[in-house]
């Protein structure tokens, strides 16, 4: 039943996204750029719109979007056979990703996942936006950049299905969309159907430089992740063979810590299973190369000025997709348009204004709230001071692929002007991210970290699609074959990843919720489906800390709104906020009994329910009795299990409801 269930949700998603695209195609004239275009488009006047009228948590859109979907199927038909090959590589991207998610479906406690379904959850209400913040009432979340968990929100309100489905198929839908970008963008720099699938390979199962220089380096086995992140600032490593010893010698600088410079390919971004904004980030960047593509190789005069309006536009969609990526978008896309007015071109500037004010437009009513947010005053551009500096050895064994890559465009004569162009805004982009950061909250060993993390895999993966793909499209066989060389090794990773599918635990396969983790127990189960049937309201939960903890993910996957989620995160968001620590130690005083008349600061938040599972139960189940009697006046107990005296499993609510 579960698979049918799936099966008829993403037969109703990929129906309505192919209807959005033709119906975009009707205007652009382009398939490639619609099938992208169109669904960025169509979320972003939802977005637009919901900041003045909420349309709730179930608009009924799904049988009148559906019906006008096959009728555009049916009506372009002929459209979608000759574009065939691109519909193929979508799907393939769709279900390679919806393999790892079906697989491994956890929402959990590692990375960001469990926050970035809080969001979800929060943009599934339909409210007027900005939305509530899930895990801190009553405040709302206008502090981060967020249109891609609105549109995993929207996608889960048409369809009818809970914020956890919700999260996996919107994280499916992006992978076969950068998927079709990767692959029109190849299509149209490289003629040559024989090598296409290289540069192509590289980007969605291949890695970076490290997963070459992890086994000349290291002994043993070692994890997918560790393969991708395995330099950073320096090598730290308990397995490091001669060579590795002697490379994580000269790396180090005298009386300097190694600085944790991460870096997450987007073959390893698509696979982990974090619905993390770089996602938007890389289709925004796949889609600038596909639209810069098409626009070297067409000479359509109207389909040119459209498509620069296209082009200017992701620049500041960039804002509330990723922000991170701005200055790189603004970059790529502004190297683009002076090197066209340097080629005489001039009809650009009009329908560059206008597409970027459109889109500036539509956005002003988030970033109307975003701007004045206390996160905003804790980011700037900086420049990267001398101990923050990669390595340059290991910066190398880093980016040698790419480095090679823009060295063998030398070799490429048969456009130079455009190869030209790819090289200089490339390097100076690399030159970027290795010169200035964005000084965030974090610091010390981790002042990059961030920064690096977002930056290297974006400038990374433009290279290898641009310049790569161009490359093995070059007369000279210097040029084509010293690529294949410097992108096939990568590809190793493919292994890597292969390996880890396989040795993973595949315990909690199909349960697409994301909660199988916490499930496994059947109380809880059984506690977070009883929370669930009951109204919304303020949730307290304890085993809360300042770091990634299980904890609130009862409240979490009981679709409730949570008084504090993870506290550290929040004040990463909002900046170092007082009233987030002061509600992290009132709570856990609530909990230890420090609180000896819990139930005034019960009623001052609102609180609504109250949980109560096996870690309260500390000294035998001691407090559970004193704090059932100082709020009983205005709550009652529901048990789930246990026996109210040794073992206690379940909530408190407030009665009368607030």
């Known amino acids: 039943m579960a698979l049918l269930f799936l099966g008829l949700a993403v037969g109703l998603l990929w129906i309505n996204l192919l209807g959005v695209g033709l119906a975009a195609w009707r205007l652009i004239g382009d398939y490639a750029v619609a099938r992208i275009a169109g669904i960025l488009t169509a979320c972003l006047a939802a977005f637009f719109i919901e900041h003045f009228f909420g349309w709730g948590p179930a608009p009924p859109l799904l049988p009148f979007t559906t019906a006008i979907s096959?009728?555009?199927?049916?009506?372009?038909?002929?459209?979608?056979?000759?574009?065939?090959?691109?519909?193929?590589?979508?799907?393939?991207?769709?279900?390679?990703?919806?393999?790892?998610?079906?697989?491994?479906?956890?929402?959990?406690?590692?990375?960001?996942r469990m926050p970035n379904l809080a969001f979800i959850d929060g943009y599934m209400k339909g409210e007027t936006l900005p939305a509530p913040d899930r895990w801190l009432s009553p405040y709302r979340a206008n502090f981060y950049y967020s249109f891609q968990h609105y549109a995993a929100g929207l996608l889960g309100r048409i369809l009818g299905v809970g914020p956890g489905v919700a999260y996996h198929l919107a994280y499916c839908t992006l992978a076969g969309l950068i998927a079709a970008a990767i692959g029109g963008t190849v299509t149209r720099l490289c003629p040559s159907r024989w090598t296409r699938w290289v540069p192509a390979a590289a980007l969605l199962v291949g890695g970076s430089g490290t997963i070459v220089a992890v086994r000349l380096l290291l002994n043993g086995e070692f994890f997918y992740s560790g393969s991708v992140r395995f330099l950073g600032g320096a090598m730290v490593h308990g397995n490091l063979n001669a060579w590795g010893t002697w490379i994580s010698q000269a790396m180090r600088t005298p009386g300097i810590d190694p600085r944790d410079l991460p870096m997450e390919p987007l073959s390893y971004v698509l696979v982990h299973g974090d619905y993390h904004p770089p996602l938007a980030g890389h289709l925004l960047l796949v889609l600038a190369c596909l639209l810069i593509a098409?626009?070297?190789?067409?000479?359509?005069?109207?389909?040119?000025?459209?498509?620069?309006?296209?082009?200017?536009?992701?620049?500041?969609?960039?804002?509330?997709?990723?922000?991170?990526?701005?200055?790189?978008?603004?970059?790529?896309?502004?190297?683009?348009?002076?090197?066209?007015?340097?080629?005489?071109?001039?009809?650009?500037?009009?329908?560059?204004?206008?597409?970027?004010?459109?889109?500036?437009?539509?956005?002003?009513?988030?970033?109307?709230?975003?701007?004045?947010?206390?996160?905003?005053?804790?980011?700037?551009?900086?420049p990267v001071e001398t101990e923050d500096r990669t390595p340059w050895l290991g910066w190398l064994l880093t980016f040698w692929p790419v480095?090679?890559?823009?060295?063998?465009?030398?070799?490429?004569?048969?456009?130079?002007?455009?190869?030209?162009?790819?090289?200089?805004v490339w390097t100076l982009v690399?030159?970027?991210?290795?010169?200035?950061?964005?000084?965030?909250?974090?610091?010390?060993?981790?002042?990059?970290?961030?920064?690096?993390?977002?930056?290297?895999?974006?400038?990374?993966?433009?290279?290898v699609l641009t310049v790569g793909s161009v490359n093995l499209g070059a007369r000279s066989r210097v040029c084509r074959i010293g690529t294949l060389v410097l992108l096939l090794p990568t590809c190793i990773f493919a292994f890597d990843l292969g390996r880890q599918f396989l040795k993973n635990p595949k315990t909690f396969a199909g349960n697409l919720t994301g909660a199988g983790w916490i499930q496994k127990d059947p109380v809880i189960a059984d506690l977070i489906a009883t929370l669930a049937a009951l109204p919304d309201g303020v949730t307290l939960e304890s085993g809360l800390e300042m770091a990634n903890t299980p904890a609130p993910a009862i409240t979490l996957f009981a679709r409730k709104q949570s008084l504090l989620g993870w506290p550290w995160h929040e004040t990463t968001w909002r900046g170092p906020y007082s009233e987030i620590r002061g509600r992290l130690a009132e709570l856990n005083d609530v909990y230890s009994g420090k609180?000896?008349?819990?139930?005034?600061?019960?009623?001052?938040?609102?609180?609504?329910?109250?949980?109560?599972?096996?870690?309260?139960?500390?000294?035998?189940?001691?407090?559970?009795?004193?704090?059932?009697?100082r709020i009983r006046s205005s709550y009652t107990w529901h048990r789930v299990g246990g026996d109210d005296t040794t073992l206690s499993v379940g909530f408190f609510e407030r009665v009368p409801a607030p």
């Open 430 to 463: 690399l030159a970027f991210t290795e010169f200035f950061y964005n000084d965030d909250l974090y610091g010390g060993v981790w002042s990059r970290f961030n920064t690096t993390m977002k930056w290297w895999p974006w400038a990374y993966a433009g290279i």
């Open 595 to 629: 609180n000896e008349d819990p139930l005034p600061w019960l009623l001052k938040h609102n609180v609504r329910y109250v949980i109560w599972v096996v870690r309260d139960n500390a000294f035998g189940n001691a407090r559970f009795a004193p704090f059932r009697e």
């Open 403 to 424: 480095v090679g890559l823009l060295v063998l465009s030398f070799w490429n004569r048969e456009r130079r002007p455009f190869v030209l162009y790819l090289t200089v």
């Open 70 to 112: 096959v009728w555009l199927i049916w009506r372009h038909r002929d459209v979608i056979h000759r574009h065939r090959g691109l519909e193929a590589v979508f799907i393939l991207g769709f279900c390679y990703c919806l393999l790892w998610r079906y697989t491994f479906p956890n929402i959990d406690a590692e990375s960001e």
């Open 294 to 382: 098409t626009l070297e190789t067409d000479d359509g005069t109207r389909r040119r000025r459209l498509l620069h309006a296209l082009l200017a536009a992701t620049v500041p969609l960039a804002l509330v997709a990723n922000t991170w990526i701005f200055p790189l978008q603004a970059m790529l896309v502004g190297g683009w348009f002076v090197y066209r007015t340097l080629r005489r071109e001039r009809t650009w500037f009009w329908p560059a204004a206008l597409g970027a004010a459109t889109v500036a437009f539509l956005i002003f009513p988030y970033l109307r709230d975003f701007a004045q947010a206390t996160s905003a005053k804790y980011a700037s551009i900086r």
